[in-house]
């Protein structure tokens, strides 16, 4: 199994994510999450089949009722 690198195109300000399959604009919070991806995969052992990013959670109670989770 191949070791997943985080990917940052400096040029156009971009991340890759592996889970989404596309672009996404560099903010320090994505940059965070690209990279606990990438300890998912390679420290412990998880497939990106295994995992979604930004999840709606369609049932939540919690504030206006449109809460999400960043990986699940």
Same mark, same amino acid.
Request: some cysteine; glycine content about 4%.
């Given at each position: 199994?191949?070791?997943?690198?985080?990917?940052?195109? =400096?040029?156009?300000?971009?991340?890759?994510?592996?889970?989404?399959?596309?672009? /996404? !604009?560099?903010?320090?919070?994505?940059?965070? @999450?690209?990279?606990?991806?990438?300890?998912?995969?390679? =420290?412990?052992?998880?497939?990106?089949?295994?995992?979604?990013?930004?999840?709606? /959670? !369609?049932?939540?109670?919690?504030?206006?009722? @449109?809460?999400?989770?960043?990986?699940?």
């Amino acid at each position: 199994m191949s070791k997943l690198e985080y990917e940052f195109d =400096e040029k156009s300000n971009q991340i890759i994510s592996p889970l989404n399959n596309k672009r /996404l !604009t560099y903010t320090p919070e994505e940059e965070i @999450r690209q990279k606990f991806i990438c300890v998912l995969v390679n =420290e412990y052992g998880y497939s990106l089949n295994q995992m979604a990013q930004e999840l709606s /959670l !369609t049932n939540s109670s919690r504030g206006t009722g @449109r809460a999400r989770a960043d990986i699940v």
